[in-house]
């Protein structure tokens, strides 16, 4: 359990910072390194263990069926970069405590960095490839929180966007390729796939497989030509760059493409792929960053080169090239963090990050200034620091590669070195010259605290590039050994070995950057330069705008060919479907089966008559009289119900009931706001022969709609059925379920996933609806009092409906309808205590509670009512829910797969044995979703009542004297 507490430990705490107070701001940060601290000293435990070679596993039952587990394994890279997420994000959340503004939201900025850090690990620690693609998807969903966290700014809301629609697609291609791998191994377990290389790499469908995986890694890690969305993520705050776009989420494609570089690697399309869209990513990417002029932004396009040289060395297909990308993974999450920490604090000191404007600061910020110049070093690949050792193995592997015959990627990475050189000079060329006078803020030194992870980082730096054998090579050595194996190469990462083509090359870069930025600064005026020479029109920004344009004009275009406002034409076209497609499917007349029909009782097919000619009726009086209309479409709701008890279905029966009842109710109240009909003034108009067509078509089409349900309905009910499920649920309900009614015990047992479901489903209707209404305003013809209401020879007319009830006409029905109420709950309890054995059950009883409250209102009025009932019907919803999760997590936590039912014995004094199913608990749950279900609809219509007949300013009471409880619902 040490290992899921280290995924589930940041999102328990990413649920306490989002209930935290607004002004919480120590509360917060305390919240967020304690769930850090936890986590690191958790992770640490393990080295013991992982460092012996040994993979720990935790696994949990998922989905068994389908060969799906929850399955958590720590190997050397897991742990690693377990290790890397937790140190980084520890430093961020120090740093965000003091960068964070006063008015910021600081509950919902730690509550979304935490929920992306479990995100993270999750993708790090899944043993699961189809549990590491839900991780996946949360990373993307989490961090498009993260950019546009201000989601005040425009900038923000569209950087947040466009990373989203990117990675999120991306991740839909990572589920379709690790499909394609489980089909192909037969598994998606990580260890089956990672020692099934050889079979993947000779399946036909690998190079799906392979191009699909490919697009879910290289849009994550902003790879050529995906490489747009990161510059537009520099939106969000600091804190969100220097986490996200150093150590986390941009690191995540090229963690997965080295995890599965045994069972992928080695074929000239993974070189061609990975190898071909990392060297155009670092060289794009590092000539881009030198024409910046936004600090953060020269920070992103040096991001996405370096990420291009990593991909680069995983594409190669090298041991050694492998060890080279892990090794510089690992630096420049450190110095990378490092500059976009000293990066907000510039930005947060003198209020603009423009290095047009910002000048000779080092005047102002000596130890920011000597911090950052050093963070640069190390990602210039300057002698003595990380990321030349990095660097320099990439140097060798480049030519090895090449070999003498072929000098392209030498070429390519001594380019790409000059490059990294000239834009870290143009990046600390801040600190010199003369002091920019024309700043919003005088800028001065950070707090302490807020310095001290730039400090820690770039220390870091100077330890590894100074000391690597002792500060990172045993770090390094677990990760190569757990993703190489047997295949691990012998390596050194002295800082010094002799003369070598590897070292020319470095100096070559240092020397040729220099020169570089020297001709640039003097002869091209790259504060001027607005456009990035040669390469300005790859603007893949642009191009994500003019697709995502194309497609909302094309989806414009369908609905109006398509689409329609009319209820009408979309009701035809269903109709003509349900007509269609079966006679496509049964082949010609001659082919069709007549269906004898026995059995026939001639009460039974009255009874249909009946349900049949109200159903007509109702159709033709809707035009008419929508009361009667409603009137009559219940008694077909009572034909519906009386047919399921005439087939020995009462559950059904008692639940169609119910629900008729209370879908009238509402739908009664809600008639009360449509505008009246209009009727002609000049009497009865024959309408055009147009009409008629048009109604004859419709009615045939009704016609055979119906009759073409009806038949299939026949056919499938006498059809013998000679292999059904339904003898399992009745031999199984109550051993497997604890209760003899076999469905009560299918739907909070057997199929309670569903359930849950449903009522997941129910809730959000509710909230829809009650959001709806809140904003519905009547037609003004249908605002005023309704006609019966205005008779001024009836006193109750000049009554309130809670006066009216207290002491007037209707004084004898609400006593015996306030006394309906608790006798219905009792009901209610009946029917939810023995839904388990006999019909009833939650759905049932919370229909029957729902009903008394319902009555209340309808006979005394809302304020009446809610002035004397604390009905709080979110807190229903929400309680309901709450209950049947924690059921299922119950089981779950218990070592049973999600929702399994326990049933305890318990023996009670006087009563005797009882039995107590944990499906119980879960029946609740339904029971109150469906109460608070039912009164928020009726409380939205009610308040609807309230809104529309009261006068500004005016106040309502209880007892009636108000604007608004004068007036009927």
Known sequence: MLVLSLVLIPFLGSAIAAVLPQRARNSEFWLAAAVCVYAL??????????????????????????GLDFVLRVDGLAWVFTMLVLAIGLLVVLYARYYMSPEDPV???????????????????????????????????????????????????????????????????????VLVLGYITGSYDLDIVLAAGDQIRGHDLYPAALALIALGALTKSAQFPFHFWLPHAMAAPTPVSAFLHSATM???????????????????????????????????????????????????????????????????????????AIFHILNHATFKASLFMAAGIIDHETGIRDMRILRGLRRKLPVTAVLAICASAAMAGVPLFNGFLSKEMFFAEAFSHGGGQDWG????????????????????????????????????????????????????????????????????????????????????????????????????????????????????DLARRERVPLLHRLNGAQAYETTMLQLTRGAEWLLRRVGTRRLQPQLMLMMLALLLIPLLLAGAPPAWTVIPVRGFDPIFAGMWLIGAGCALAAAWMAKYHRLAALALVGGTGIVTAATFLWLSAPDLALTQLMVETVTTVLILLGLRWLPPRIESIAGPVQPPWQVWTRRTRDLALAVGGGLALAALTHAVLVHPASDTIADFFLLNALGGGGGSNVVNVLLVDFRSFDTLGEITVLAVVALTVYALL????????????????????????????????????????????????PFMGVIAVYFFMRGHNLPGGGF????????????????????????????????????????????????????????????????????????????FVFDLGVFAVVVGTTMLMLVALAHQSLRAHRHPGEDLTADGQGGAEGRRI
């Open 774 to 821: 809140r904003r519905f305003r009547p037609a003004p013809e249908s605002a005023g009092i309704p006609p019966q209401q205005r008779f001024e020879g009836d006193p109750a007319s000049r009554q309130s409906p809670a006066e009216q009830a207290g002491s007037g006409y209707l004084l004898v029905p609400g006593i015996y309808l306030r006394l309906l109420l």
């Open 409 to 524: 990627l030498s070429a390519m990475a001594l380019a790409m070195g000059i490059f990294s050189v000239t834009y870290s000079l143009r990046f600390i060329s801040i600190f010199f010259g003369e002091f920019s006078k024309d700043l919003p803020r005088d800028p001065h030194e950070p707090p302490r605290w807020m310095r001290l992870p730039v400090e820690l980082l770039v220390l870091a730096c100077l330890v590894v590039g100074v000391a690597p054998g002792v500060s990172i090579e045993p770090l390094l050595h677990l990760a190569v050994v757990a993703t190489l194996g047997e295949d691990a190469p012998a390596y050194d990462l002295a800082v010094w070995h002799g003369f070598n083509l590897p070292l020319l090359m470095s100096v070559c870069a240092l020397v040729g950057g220099m020169l570089l930025y020297g001709v640039l600064r003097r002869h091209f």
């Open 844 to 919: 049932v009883a919370g229909l029957i509670f729902a009903v008394a409250i319902l009555v209340q209102y309808m006979l005394a009025g809302t304020v009446w009512v809610e002035s004397r009932l604390n009905l709080r019907p979110h807190r229903w919803l929400g309680f309901g829910l709450l209950l049947a999760c924690t059921t299922g997590l119950g089981a779950w936590w218990f070592g049973h797969p999600f929702l399994t039912t326990h049933t305890a014995h318990v023996e009670w004094p006087l009563v005797g044995e009882l039995h107590l199913p944990s499906a």
């Open 107 to 177: 509950p919902r900025f730690f509550s979304f960095l935490m929920a992306f850090m479990g995100s993270m690990l999750g993708v790090v620690l899944s043993g699961n490839l189809v549990q590491l693609v839900v991780f996946w998807e949360l990373t993307s969903l989490t961090s498009f929180l993260l950019i546009g966290y201000w989601h005040h700014r425009a900038d923000a809301r569209r950087g947040a966007r466009m990373a989203f629609t990117v990675t999120a697609t991306g991740g839909l291609c990572l589920l379709a390729g």
């Open 41 to 66: 000293v958790a992770a640490a435990s393990l080295y013991a263990e992982v460092a012996t070679g040994a993979v720990l596993r935790e696994e949990f039952a998922w989905l068994p069926a389908q």
């Open 250 to 324: 941009v690191k995540a494609g090229v963690f997965l493409l080295v995890r599965l570089w045994p069972a992928l690697s080695g074929t000239p399309e993974w070189f061609w792929i990975i190898g071909g869209a990392g060297a155009m990513t670092l060289l794009v990417g590092a000539f881009i960053a030198i024409f910046q002029h936004d600090l953060k932004g020269l920070l992103a396009y040096s991001t996405i080169s370096h990420l291009g040289l990593i991909t680069l060395l995983i594409g190669m297909g090298t041991p050694l090239a492998v060890v080279a």
